[in-house]
């Protein structure tokens, strides 16, 4: 797997915990081949120079010195059109649910047309909840034995970087060239489309067709819709188009 392959790959983590998760993570990144490492709103600010943390990366300081902190989960994905969370329980709404390996495809057919991939690990007690999983493409569930599926965080980053390797390696001896439109596709990032159904929401309200008092749920069943489409850039501009035809109407 050579660098500009790696760097297309952005690992976060969000709400950490044990400093010696984001040790141990940072050292999976580095064997593995991998590097940019986010970190969005740890229980202990300035982590990465947390003496357990450099003590458990054993080596991978500079993936720990070079990672950024954060508060925006939103900001964290920016720019990547598919944006993958990792979490084992069931929704009722949010993103389409896929495995490991159909989230392996993906990953692999986005790097093919040059896009930005991020995977998402939330925190170790709760996992990612719904505000998290609203900002991704997909729900992924590794496949673990289903009476205890639970991994621990730094386990299951190396499981998916571990495995990423060995099929983006593959994709770079192999050099396929052949990607249909489809998969070329310019995808609008889930900040984009976060913002869009904000929009609508206010649009939804300026109409009557939503009561901010009683909203039952109506838009996590419109953004569980959306979150199905894989919506392009072009898409979410006309939208918006709509939303503010709607507020126009207030």
Request: charge should be negative; proline fraction near 5%.
């Amino acid at each position: 797997m050579n660098i500009e392959t790696s760097a297309l790959l952005r690992w976060v983590l969000v709400e950490t915990s044990h400093p010696g998760n984001v040790g141990s993570a940072a050292r999976a990144l580095k064997t593995m081949g991998f590097s940019e490492l986010r970190l969005i709103n740890p229980k202990i600010k300035g982590v990465s120079s947390h003496p357990e943390a450099i003590a458990l990366a054993s080596g991978a300081t500079d993936v720990l010195e070079s990672s950024i902190e954060g508060d925006s989960l939103a900001a964290s994905v920016e720019g990547c059109s598919l944006v993958l969370g990792l979490t084992s329980r069931d929704r009722e709404f949010g993103p389409p649910a896929i495995d490991w390996e159909s989230a392996k495809s993906l990953t692999e057919t986005s790097v093919q047309s040059g896009g930005k991939v991020a995977l998402l690990f939330g925190p170790e007690r709760t996992g990612l909840d719904n505000e998290h999983l609203a900002l991704c493409t997909h729900r992924v569930w590794l496949d673990a034995n289903p009476d205890y599926p639970s991994l621990n965080l730094a386990q299951a980053l190396m499981v998916c970087a571990f495995t990423l390797r060995e099929t983006l390696t593959q994709h770079d001896d192999k050099r396929s060239t052949l990607v249909n439109r489809e998969e070329m596709a310019d995808f609008a990032d889930p900040a984009a489309v976060a913002a869009m159904l904000e929009h609508w929401r206010e649009g939804l309200e300026a109409i009557g067709y939503l009561d901010p008092a009683n909203p039952k749920k109506l838009m996590p069943r419109i953004q569980a819709l959306f979150a199905r489409s894989r919506l392009h850039k072009e898409e979410i501009d006309l939208l918006r188009g709509i939303a503010k035809q709607m507020l126009l109407r207030k």
